[in-house]
Structure formats: structure tokens, C-alpha cells
């Protein structure tokens, strides 16, 4: 099937900055797809050439197959949803959902009947004849959200459109985004830096860093597999153990950490004896025992620091040579963690390795 | 006894207070009154009152064919600066436009050069482009001359407008110009309207631009001077009071109006 939207090499610059560089991106139609990445890696800019309102310096951008890279952005088939959500403050919700769809010529009944139709799908019928003033954050999102769909455009862009609300609030609009994305079955181009918000909401991750694609894949996969460092460290917590290379075995890996001997699935790499890899252990796959575990990896570690959050507590485990290794322990196994030394267990299917880029060995 | 001196400088302020809204207040209030008077003469006391002056201001066909003239006329410019300013204002917040500040201190000096000046200065330009003297001549002066007031307050609003909204009104479909009309002009709305009627008062009360560009035919200010040098009396206090009044409710409207949109 032919994607909806195609980045072909796209680069865009402001003066010598390189806010964008050589972006090739294919999205499927009807996917919920997130650019993620860190302050300043150029996702906003990728959106604002979506829409319109960049041009690149080189490279094409084709919607449904069209080449709109110079088109202006009345005339593209894609709407915005903005992070201040830019509604009109001197029209009222419905004028405001309606805007779009006077532009496009339909008559008046066909525009009342559809702006109804999308108030109702954010229950806020009662509220069409308001101001936007006169609504709280998580209602005006919910109006900019409806005034972007009621054109019916190719691709949704949202740019960090949950932002300013609070963590509560955003939890629930996060669902709330994706049902309507479901139900309305659009394409939805969502930019964050929350690498929470994009588990939870996308199809599709692609992990920006300074302007290029880290890592593209599902949710699943980017905590599961992370390519490289800084995915691994962008997405959930990480502990990174730097190792050599001694030998595999079957599709394992062994490896010499600080002369310990630990085993890691070898993740699609093919290594070999004397390779630096690190091994990508995450905090929930560590069990913590005071005794030492029969199978599986294990290191001897002191206990540093508890914190208590709730559901699971998280320890500090100083392990070798000074690492700090952050494991989640369950609060019925905190109890038995009553000394200072403890064993750090887990199994070696429950890590990735992933190869050491600056390594010269 | 100590309350009194401790109290001291809140008492002078007060006073000084008081003293500058007497100050203030009183030859308008001498004004007005000495038109409800009795009398041929401007002067005390006050023996009867009557309403005779108003009913023959309102008779006055010099004055009522005044009023018209000077309210068409501050229609006219109000009307040409306003598209003039809110037109300047843009340019000078669009992107990629060089010399904006240039564009900014030329556009402010109408209102900062003295009348006098100004009105000389047009003058020997409307004679160098053969213009004759009268209606047009004035209507260019006041607009000049208001001009910098519909830039400044129409600048303030436009810098307080997010980025986006245009950005939002294009993204919808509109083509620069809808959204001009749909989204910019209406936002603008409320500091245009200031900045109208803020040119409504400076063209109906501007007398030096007028006199020196103006034909035969006087406008307000013109008229009460002339009657003015013919001898006071208690039918121009009428007139002053009656302009006094209209343009003190246009001015308060013009507030309530501006303060009402600002809170939205
Ligand atoms: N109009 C501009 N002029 C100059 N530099 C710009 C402009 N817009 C963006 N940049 C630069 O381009 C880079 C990418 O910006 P962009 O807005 O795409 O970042 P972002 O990933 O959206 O970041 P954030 O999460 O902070 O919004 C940044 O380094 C920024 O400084
Ligand atoms: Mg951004």
C-alpha cells in the first residue's frame, strides 16, 4: 500500500544550523505515528514542513503520492493541532470548528450538521455557542483537536499538543486521542518529547536526535531492542553494562563484565570475541535476592538507596567496580531485602546487547 | 498630636489631590454655567438661568452646517488613517521586510513634529503640487497627522496576538488575505476602534492644521473662534458646553468599548 506521507531526503537549515537533516520517512495510512526525541532535534520542524509552513532546503515531501514540497499550506490536505491550540478567541467553538469547512465551500447545513457530529464525539455540545475563553485547557484542546479533523484532512499533525495540560488531565486526554484516532481511523503525525506519552498512545515511534532518525519501530520494540544508546537511555530507564565479548552460544552471547560472566541474547548482532556491546538491562527484568540465584546472570551488590513509590520500590544496587544498577522491587520482596549485600539476578532472554559505536578494538 | 504630623504627608497628597481636580474642573464648570445664564454677558453673578443660548445654538445654521463639516471631515481622515495605520503596523511586524524600524520612527513623527510646524510644512507642499486649499487639503493634514496613534495602538494589540493564530486560519484553507479579514482584522478590532475614535477627536478638535489649510468654509473650531474674537457671550459658553459633552461621551464609550473586548 502507498504511505500517506513520504520524507525523501528531506534537509532544512536556518543559516548554518541543520535543524533537519536528510529525513527519509514513510507513514501508513490510518497509523497513530510519534516523532520523538529531545529538545531541539528538529520535530517540529519535520511537522511544520508537513504542513506547509517550511520549506526545505532540499528533498521532496510527497502527500498520497503528491509532491506538495512547495505547495502553501491552504492548499495541502492536512491540518495542525497547535500546543497553545490557537483557537480564535473571537469566534465561538462552533465558529471555530466551522472555519475550516467554510473555507472548503460546503453549505450551511452540511457545516452544522458536521460540527455537531464532532462536538458530540468530545461531549461538548452545550458548550458550541461559547467563547474560548470561557473553556478550561482540556476543553479547548479537545475544540482545536475538532477544528483540525472537521476538514477531514490526509494526516493529523499534533505538536505537542498536551503540553500545557496537567498530568492528570493528560493522562486521560492520552486515551482520549487515541480512541478518537481509532474511531475516526486518520492518520495522526503526533510530535512529543514524552517518551511516556509516545508508549502509550503510538503505532509507530521514530526517535529523533538532532535532526536524524535514531531508531524507528513500535512501541514494543524500541523498549525491547533500543538500536543504540541514547534510545536505550530516551525510553524508560536503562542500566547500560559495557562488556567484552568472550564467546557465543547459540543465540546468546557471553560476555566478561568486570570479570563477571553474563549472558545476553544477542538481539540480530552477530559479535564476536573481543567486541565491546553493552547490554541493556532494564529495571523491572532484576530480581533482588538475598540469597544467590541458581540459574541466570548474577552479581554480588550492596544496597544504597530505597525509594519508596508506591506500588514498587526502587533500589540503588552498587555493584563491581561502583556501578549503580536501579532495580524495581515488588513491595512483598522488599521485606526479605533486610541487609546491605544482596545478590542482582535476571535472565539473559530479558536483555538486548547493543554494539559500542565509538569502540576501537 | 502626633497622629496629625505622621499623617502629614498623606494629607498633602490628598490636597494636592483636590487642588489639581479644581484646578481642573473649574473653568469648565465656570464654562458651563455662564451658559445657563440670563444674560448678555459673560460675568458674575449669575442672577437668572435660562435655556434660551441652547435653543439658539440649535437654530445657529453656521454652527450646525460647522458641526456636519467638521464630522465629515474626521470621518474622512479617521477613515484614511486607520487603513493607513493598521496598514503601516502590519508591515512593520511582517517577516523578512528590512528597515521596519525606519518604517516605525517615520511613521511616529507626524506626531511628534509641532502642529505649527506641520501645518506650514503641508501647506507649502499642497501649494507645490498645485493642490488648492479646503476640504481635501485638511482631510490630508488630520490623516497625517493621525496617522502615528492607529500605528502605535494597532502595534501594541498585534504584538499581543500569538504567531499561530494566522498560522491556524492557513492551515484551515484560508489564502493570506481570508485570514487578514477573518482572523487579523478582528483581533485587531478593539484597539481599532480606540485608535478611530481617538482620530475622530484629534480632527474635530485640531485648529492650527485646519486654519492654515482650510478654505472658506470654517470647521468647529474655526467658527467658535471667530465668534470668539467677536466678543464673548453666552451663546459660544452653549456651544463649547454641547461640544464638551458629545465628545466626553464619545471619548467614555470609546473606553467602555475597548475595555469590554480587552477582557475577553
Ligand atoms: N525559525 C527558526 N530560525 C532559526 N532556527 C530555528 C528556527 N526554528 C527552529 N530552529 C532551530 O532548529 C532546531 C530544531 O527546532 P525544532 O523546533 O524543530 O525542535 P523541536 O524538536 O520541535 O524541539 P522542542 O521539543 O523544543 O519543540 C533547533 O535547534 C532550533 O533552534
Ligand atoms: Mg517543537
Same mark, same amino acid.
Given at each position: 500500500?502507498?504511505?500517506?506521507?513520504?520524507?525523501?531526503?528531506?534537509?532544512?537549515?536556518?543559516?548554518?544550523?541543520?535543524?533537519?537533516?536528510?529525513?527519509?520517512?514513510?507513514?501508513?495510512?490510518?497509523?497513530?505515528?510519534?516523532?520523538?526525541?529531545?529538545?531541539?532535534?528538529?520535530?517540529?520542524?519535520?511537522?511544520?514542513?508537513?504542513?506547509?509552513?517550511?520549506?526545505?532546503?532540499?528533498?521532496?515531501?510527497?502527500?498520497?503520492?503528491?509532491?506538495?514540497?512547495?505547495?502553501?499550506?491552504?492548499?495541502?490536505?492536512?491540518?495542525?493541532?497547535?500546543?497553545?491550540?490557537?483557537?480564535?478567541?473571537?469566534m465561538?467553538?462552533?465558529?471555530?470548528?466551522?472555519?475550516?469547512?467554510?473555507?472548503?465551500?460546503?453549505?450551511?447545513?452540511?457545516?452544522?450538521?458536521?460540527?455537531?457530529?464532532?462536538?458530540?464525539?468530545?461531549?461538548?455540545?452545550?458548550?458550541?455557542?461559547?467563547?474560548?475563553?470561557?473553556?478550561?485547557g482540556?476543553?479547548?484542546?479537545?475544540?482545536a483537536?475538532?477544528?483540525?479533523?472537521?476538514?477531514d484532512?490526509?494526516?493529523?499533525?499534533?505538536?505537542?499538543?498536551?503540553?500545557?495540560l496537567?498530568?492528570?488531565?493528560?493522562?486521560?486526554?492520552?486515551?482520549?486521542?487515541?480512541?478518537?484516532?481509532?474511531?475516526?481511523?486518520?492518520?495522526?503525525?503526533?510530535?512529543?518529547?514524552?517518551?511516556?506519552?509516545?508508549?502509550?498512545?503510538s503505532?509507530?515511534?521514530?526517535?529523533?536526535?538532532?535532526?536524524?532518525?535514531?531508531?524507528?519501530?513500535?512501541?514494543?520494540?524500541l523498549?525491547?531492542?533500543?538500536?543504540?544508546?541514547?534510545?536505550?537511555?530516551?525510553?524508560?530507564?536503562?542500566?547500560?553494562?559495557?562488556?567484552?565479548?568472550?564467546?557465543?552460544?547459540?543465540?546468546?552471547?557471553?560476555?566478561?563484565?568486570?570479570?563477571?560472566t553474563?549472558?545476553?541474547?544477542?538481539?540480530?548482532?552477530?559479535?564476536?570475541?573481543?567486541?565491546?556491546?553493552?547490554?541493556?538491562?532494564?529495571?523491572?527484568a532484576?530480581?533482588?535476592?538475598?540469597?544467590?540465584?541458581?540459574?541466570?546472570?548474577?552479581?554480588?551488590?550492596?544496597?544504597?538507596?530505597?525509594?519508596?513509590?508506591?506500588?514498587?520500590?526502587?533500589?540503588?544496587?552498587?555493584?563491581?567496580?561502583?556501578?549503580?544498577?536501579?532495580?524495581?522491587?515488588?513491595?512483598?520482596?522488599?521485606?526479605?531485602?533486610?541487609?546491605?549485600?544482596?545478590?542482582?539476578?535476571?535472565?539473559?532472554?530479558?536483555?538486548?546487547?547493543?554494539?559500542?559505536?565509538?569502540?576501537?578494538? | 498630636?502626633?497622629?496629625?504630623?505622621?499623617?502629614?504627608?498623606?494629607t498633602?497628597?490628598?490636597?494636592?489631590?483636590?487642588?489639581?481636580?479644581?484646578?481642573?474642573?473649574?473653568?469648565?464648570?465656570?464654562?458651563?454655567?455662564?451658559?445657563?445664564?440670563?444674560?448678555?454677558?459673560?460675568a458674575?453673578?449669575?442672577?437668572?438661568?435660562?435655556?434660551?443660548?441652547?435653543a439658539?445654538?440649535?437654530?445657529?445654521?453656521?454652527?450646525?452646517?460647522?458641526?456636519?463639516?467638521?464630522?465629515?471631515?474626521?470621518?474622512?481622515?479617521?477613515?484614511?488613517?486607520?487603513?493607513?495605520?493598521?496598514?503601516?503596523?502590519m508591515?512593520?511586524? +511582517?517577516?523578512? #521586510?528590512?528597515?521596519?524600524?525606519?518604517?516605525?520612527?517615520?511613521?511616529?513623527? *507626524? !506626531?511628534? &513634529?509641532? /502642529? @505649527? =510646524?506641520s501645518?506650514?510644512?503641508?501647506?507649502?507642499?499642497?501649494?507645490?503640487?498645485?493642490?488648492?486649499?479646503?476640504?481635501?487639503?485638511?482631510?490630508?493634514?488630520?490623516?497625517?497627522?493621525?496617522?502615528?496613534?492607529?500605528?502605535?495602538?494597532?502595534?501594541?494589540?498585534?504584538?499581543?496576538?500569538?504567531?499561530?493564530?494566522?498560522?491556524?486560519?492557513?492551515?484551515?484553507? +484560508?489564502?493570506? #488575505?481570508?485570514?487578514?479579514?477573518?482572523?487579523?482584522?478582528?483581533?485587531?478590532? *478593539? !484597539?481599532? &476602534?480606540? /485608535? @478611530? =475614535?481617538?482620530?475622530?477627536?484629534?480632527?474635530?478638535?485640531?485648529?492650527?492644521?485646519?486654519?492654515?489649510?482650510?478654505?472658506?468654509?470654517?470647521?468647529?473650531?474655526?467658527?467658535?473662534?471667530?465668534?470668539?474674537?467677536?466678543?464673548?457671550?453666552?451663546?459660544?459658553?452653549?456651544?463649547?458646553?454641547?461640544?464638551?459633552?458629545?465628545?466626553?461621551?464619545?471619548?467614555?464609550? +470609546?473606553?467602555?468599548?475597548?475595555r469590554?473586548?480587552?477582557?475577553?
Amino acid at each position: 500500500m502507498q504511505p500517506v506521507v513520504q520524507f525523501d531526503n528531506v534537509t532544512k537549515s536556518y543559516g548554518k544550523h541543520v535543524a533537519v537533516e536528510n529525513l527519509n520517512l514513510s507513514i501508513e495510512a490510518g497509523k497513530f505515528v510519534t516523532l520523538l526525541g529531545p529538545s531541539g532535534c528538529g520535530k517540529s520542524t519535520s511537522l511544520r514542513m508537513l504542513g506547509g509552513f517550511e520549506t526545505p532546503n532540499s528533498g521532496r515531501i510527497l502527500l498520497g503520492g503528491k509532491d506538495v514540497t512547495r505547495v502553501p499550506p491552504n492548499k495541502r490536505n492536512v491540518n495542525i493541532v497547535f500546543q497553545d491550540y490557537a483557537l480564535f478567541p473571537h469566534m465561538s467553538i462552533a465558529k471555530n470548528i466551522a472555519f475550516g469547512l467554510e473555507l472548503k465551500g460546503f453549505d450551511n447545513q452540511h457545516i452544522h450538521r458536521r460540527v455537531s457530529e464532532l462536538l458530540e464525539l468530545v461531549q461538548l455540545q452545550d458548550y458550541a455557542k461559547r467563547l474560548p475563553s470561557e473553556l478550561s485547557g482540556g476543553q479547548r484542546q479537545r475544540v482545536a483537536l475538532m477544528r483540525a479533523l472537521a476538514p477531514d484532512p490526509e494526516v493529523l499533525l499534533l505538536d505537542e499538543p498536551l503540553s500545557a495540560l496537567d498530568a492528570k488531565l493528560r493522562q486521560q486526554m492520552q486515551i482520549e486521542l487515541k480512541s478518537i484516532q481509532e474511531k475516526t481511523g486518520k492518520t495522526f503525525m503526533f510530535v512529543t518529547h514524552d517518551q511516556e506519552e509516545a508508549l502509550t498512545m503510538s503505532d509507530t515511534i521514530v526517535v529523533m536526535n538532532k535532526g536524524r532518525i535514531e531508531q524507528m519501530g513500535d512501541p514494543n520494540t524500541l523498549y525491547g531492542r533500543p538500536g543504540s544508546v541514547f534510545v536505550a537511555n530516551f525510553i524508560g530507564e536503562t542500566n547500560l553494562l559495557r562488556s567484552t565479548v568472550v564467546g557465543t552460544e547459540g543465540d546468546q552471547a557471553a560476555l566478561n563484565w568486570n570479570g563477571v560472566t553474563i549472558k545476553a541474547a544477542q538481539g540480530g548482532l552477530t559479535p564476536k570475541a573481543g567486541d565491546h556491546l553493552y547490554v541493556v538491562l532494564r529495571p523491572e527484568a532484576i530480581h533482588c535476592s538475598a540469597a544467590e540465584p541458581e540459574s541466570g546472570n548474577r552479581i554480588k551488590g550492596k544496597i544504597r538507596q530505597r525509594v519508596f513509590k508506591g506500588n514498587h520500590t526502587s533500589l540503588s544496587v552498587e555493584v563491581g567496580d561502583g556501578t549503580m544498577l536501579n532495580a524495581l522491587v515488588h513491595p512483598a520482596d522488599v521485606s526479605q531485602l533486610n541487609g546491605e549485600e544482596i545478590w542482582v539476578g535476571w535472565k539473559p532472554e530479558t536483555t538486548t546487547v547493543i554494539p559500542d559505536r565509538h569502540a576501537h578494538n | 498630636m502626633r497622629n496629625m504630623f505622621a499623617d502629614a504627608p498623606r494629607t498633602s497628597l490628598t490636597a494636592i489631590y483636590w487642588a489639581f481636580l479644581l484646578y481642573l474642573l473649574l473653568p469648565l464648570t465656570l464654562m458651563m454655567a455662564m451658559s445657563f445664564k440670563d444674560a448678555n454677558f459673560v460675568a458674575f453673578p449669575i442672577g437668572d438661568w435660562t435655556l434660551d443660548w441652547y435653543a439658539k445654538v440649535m437654530q445657529d445654521k453656521q454652527f450646525l452646517e460647522a458641526c456636519l463639516y467638521s464630522v465629515m471631515i474626521a470621518a474622512a481622515s479617521t477613515l484614511a488613517a486607520t487603513t493607513l495605520g493598521t496598514w503601516i503596523a502590519m508591515l512593520i511586524v +511582517a517577516e523578512g #521586510i528590512k528597515g521596519q524600524v525606519i518604517i516605525f520612527a517615520l511613521a511616529c513623527l *507626524p !506626531a511628534v &513634529v509641532p /502642529g @505649527m =510646524i506641520s501645518a506650514i510644512s503641508l501647506r507649502i507642499f499642497i501649494s507645490t503640487i498645485d493642490m488648492p486649499t479646503g476640504t481635501a487639503a485638511i482631510i490630508l493634514g488630520h490623516t497625517v497627522h493621525a496617522v502615528p496613534f492607529v500605528v502605535v495602538m494597532a502595534l501594541t494589540r498585534l504584538r499581543s496576538m500569538p504567531g499561530n493564530l494566522v498560522d491556524a486560519a492557513r492551515d484551515l484553507g +484560508a489564502d493570506s #488575505i481570508v485570514a487578514f479579514f477573518r482572523v487579523t482584522l478582528p483581533y485587531l478590532g *478593539p !484597539a481599532l &476602534v480606540g /485608535g @478611530m =475614535i481617538f482620530c475622530v477627536l484629534l480632527s474635530i478638535d485640531d485648529f492650527v492644521r485646519t486654519f492654515f489649510l482650510g478654505g472658506y468654509r470654517p470647521t468647529l473650531p474655526m467658527l467658535i473662534f471667530a465668534k470668539v474674537q467677536g466678543g464673548m457671550s453666552p451663546e459660544i459658553n452653549a456651544m463649547a458646553t454641547l461640544v464638551l459633552v458629545v465628545t466626553a461621551a464619545v471619548g467614555l464609550y +470609546a473606553e467602555y468599548m475597548t475595555r469590554r473586548a480587552r477582557t475577553r
